[in-house]
């Protein structure tokens, strides 16, 4: 058995024993959520857990079927969170849809809510979607970080459209703090995607915010979007300096790229030596844009006294063989390791690699010189 699937199992003991659902599953990961909808049912279907019917009475009996809207008038008890955990999982439809009675005020099992809105039983999906209806709108901002990435992802299902579509109902019309809330603290990437959809959309984010969200956001998607939103909301002197100071660098040459717009084009020559390859392009770019040639730029740093670590291979992605690859042979015996490994990676790109050469390096001092060399080797 693999440790996640020992894992998953041991959260539907940890519930059995009663224990409160973050206890029991990282409530933070959708797919948990999720999973634990199918795990709890397999274990019920091969006897690893007793069904959830203790608490309910008369769903085995003669005439079940007119249960479908009375079975929560038949409950014993009020289930505690892990017991209605398990009812909400159970294989037995009408179970399932008992439980939805008591999820109303519920906020810990509001994740197992939207799992029920994409329901293959109708009857059970309608009761949940009742249940989001009511709950999503008022409910807190902890409740909706770890609900609503939980509805997105079952969105793509066959049945999950209709919590989709109520959740980006709220998210485009509802309470700017929500957006905000899953925006700015949701760890959830495509949730963020979400509300920053729905910030672009209704123009919730000057500038700033959106240069904000793009320099501070771990989610690709997000970077892209929020940066060219930035860029384009044409107020250089907000965004800029913020763009640039990320440390991504997507969104670093989303700010080299504003450079040019706003005319600043020789501020970009720093960034010629960026640890990004694609913000040094986009450096070289605005400084072409600017009439500047970035190659002669990249010649005068590695000819320089202070050679900037990434001059040469910036040197070696734009400059010409027969011109630059004696200088960069030259740099590999400089004395700034980091230096050397950027002058052979720059060979490399120029298709230079001297084989000898590239072998002595291999007893370098500098890791990533050894590393370089290795690549330029063996590719």
């Not at 910030?199 to 998607?221: E, N």
């Not at 040094?280 to 844009?289: G, M, S, T, Y």
């Not at 000819?303 to 004696?326: F, I, K, Y």
């Not at 298709?351 to 290795?374: F, G, S």
């Amino acid at each position: 058995m693999t440790h996640e699937a020992e894992s998953r199992r041991a959260a539907v003991r940890r519930l059995e024993r009663g224990a409160p659902l973050h206890r029991a599953l990282d409530v933070t990961r959708p797919k948990a959520w999720i999973r634990l909808d199918g795990d709890v049912r397999h274990a019920v279907r091969h006897g690893a857990l007793a069904p959830s019917h203790g608490w309910l009475t008369g769903v085995h009996g003669p005439g079940w079927r007119g249960l479908w809207d009375r079975a929560a008038d038949r409950v014993r008890e009020t289930p505690d969170e892990a017991r209605l955990a398990l009812a909400l999982c159970d294989p037995d439809g009408r179970i399932r849809q008992a439980a939805l009675a008591h999820a109303a005020g519920r906020p810990e099992v509001l994740p197992l809510v939207a799992v029920r809105a994409a329901d293959w039983v109708q009857p059970v999906r309608a009761r949940a979607l009742a249940v989001l209806r009511e709950q999503l709108p008022a409910a807190s901002h902890e409740s909706l970080a770890v609900t609503a990435p939980v509805i997105l992802r079952l969105g793509r299902r066959l049945r999950g459209g209709a919590a989709a579509e109520l959740l980006d109902g709220l998210l485009r019309h509802g309470d700017v703090a929500r957006v905000n809330t899953l925006l700015l603290g949701c760890p959830d990437g495509p949730t963020r995607r979400a509300a920053l959809s729905a910030v672009l959309d209704r123009g919730l984010y000057g500038g700033l915010g959106l240069a904000l969200v793009a320099a501070g956001d771990h989610d690709p998607v997000v970077q892209e979007r929020a940066a060219s939103a930035a860029v384009a909301a044409d107020e250089p002197d907000a965004t800029v300096p913020v763009l640039l100071g990320s440390r991504f660098g997507r969104v670093r040459a989303a700010g080299v790229t504003a450079l040019r717009g706003a005319g600043r084009h020789a501020e970009a020559e720093p960034y010629l030596y960026d640890r990004s390859g694609r913000t040094r392009a986009c450096a070289r770019w605005v400084l072409r844009q600017g009439g500047r040639d970035p190659v002669a730029a990249y010649r005068a740093a590695c000819t320089g006294p202070d050679v900037p670590d990434r001059a040469p291979l910036g040197l070696g992605e734009c400059g010409t063989r027969s011109v630059d690859a004696p200088l960069l042979r030259e740099l590999t015996a400089h004395g700034g390791g980091r230096v050397r490994a950027s002058a052979v990676a720059g060979l490399r790109l120029l298709d230079a690699v001297e084989p000898a050469r590239m072998r002595a390096l291999l007893d370098d001092p500098e890791p990533a010189v050894v590393r370089e060399a290795k690549r330029a080797l063996y590719g």
